[in-house]
């Protein structure tokens, strides 16, 4: 046999590769299999998400979707596009043909924000302006020690974030607006940045209840960005997405996609959730 050609990693400069995959599980191709078939076919499965999830940076988020929408969905986070790519086809394969069929599916890439506060910015606006501090005074280090400190965690939980497992994922596709008046790309952006800011404020609001991760799909999909919550109560996801709709940036330049509920299950849980 022939060595095959090593294959380059697709690994971007920073961030990782993120991909939401949702099946539907068709119930009559899974009942041709027999009792031994079956049960080898939800090994494979787990045997499958184990590797995934012993690879070195990556991290799977397995959930039932609450509605016909779905039935299993997927949150796959890696560096290389290589490797999920891979990991992609044998999940889809993992019961056997045909028995996992993709209803909807989403690339993304983790991605710091171009409005996060800058160094600069904290120590010009927040501690000189608002704290009145004196540059060089210690409580003006250690305000910016402080800051430094948050931001740093904060980057990192961005571009390589560690999810929690709380139980309900909702995941949606999101743009924003490019007609006439209401073209965000035409903002200026200072306007954008105040904008967002206050996005911001609200979002952080729901501190400790809501875990949102922002992924970026501009050139890779329809909608710009990917939009996973992550929460202990379904009433929180409800109430942020219907308090962002007031605040100016999705009023004006909000544009969604499909919506979808699951529920993170452990593996055995989620088979028999799903009726395999
Ligand atoms: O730098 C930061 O991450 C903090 C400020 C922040 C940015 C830059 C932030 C905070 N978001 C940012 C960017 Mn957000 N976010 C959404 C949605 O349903 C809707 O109307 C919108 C979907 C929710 C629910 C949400 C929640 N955010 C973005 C972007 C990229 C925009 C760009 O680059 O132009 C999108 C598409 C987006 C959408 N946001 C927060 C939240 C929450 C809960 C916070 C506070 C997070 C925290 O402080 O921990």
Request: hydrophobic share 35%; glycine share 6%.
């Amino acid at each position: 046999m022939s060595e095959s050609t090593p294959i380059s990693p697709l690994v971007p400069r920073e961030g990782w590769h993120v991909m939401h995959l949702f099946y539907q599980i068709d119930q009559a191709q899974w009942s041709i299999l027999d009792n031994d078939e079956q049960r080898s076919a939800k090994t494979r499965l787990t045997k499958l998400i184990q590797e995934i999830r012993a690879t070195p940076d990556t991290h799977l988020l397995t959930f039932a979707i609450a509605t016909p929408k779905a039935d299993i969905g997927f949150m796959l986070l890696t560096p290389d596009l290589q490797v999920a790519s891979t990991f992609e086809k044998q999940l889809t394969l993992s019961l056997g043909p045909e028995v996992l069929s993709p209803v909807y599916s989403y690339l993304s890439q983790t991605e710091s924000s171009e409005y996060t506060t800058t160094s600069e910015q904290y120590a010009e606006e927040t501690l000189k302006g608002e704290k009145g501090l004196t540059e060089g005074s210690p409580e003006f280090d250690e305000g910016m020690k402080a800051f430094e400190d948050r931001m740093t965690h904060y980057l990192q939980h961005r571009l390589y974030p560690v999810l929690p497992d709380w139980p309900v994922v909702c995941f949606y596709p999101m743009s924003k607006r490019r007609s006439g008046a209401d073209n965000w790309y035409s903002l200026s952006f200072e306007e954008r940045k105040k904008l967002m800011a206050g996005h911001a404020r609200v979002g952080r609001t729901y501190s400790g209840r809501i875990l949102q991760l922002i992924t970026g799909s501009t050139g890779f999909e329809e909608f710009e960005w990917g939009v996973t919550l992550l929460a202990k109560d379904t009433i929180d996801i409800k109430a942020i997405v219907y308090e962002m709709r007031f605040d100016e940036v999705t009023a004006r330049f909000g544009e969604f996609g499909d919506f979808y509920i699951g529920m993170q299950l452990p593996l055995d849980e989620l088979f028999r959730r799903v009726c395999l």
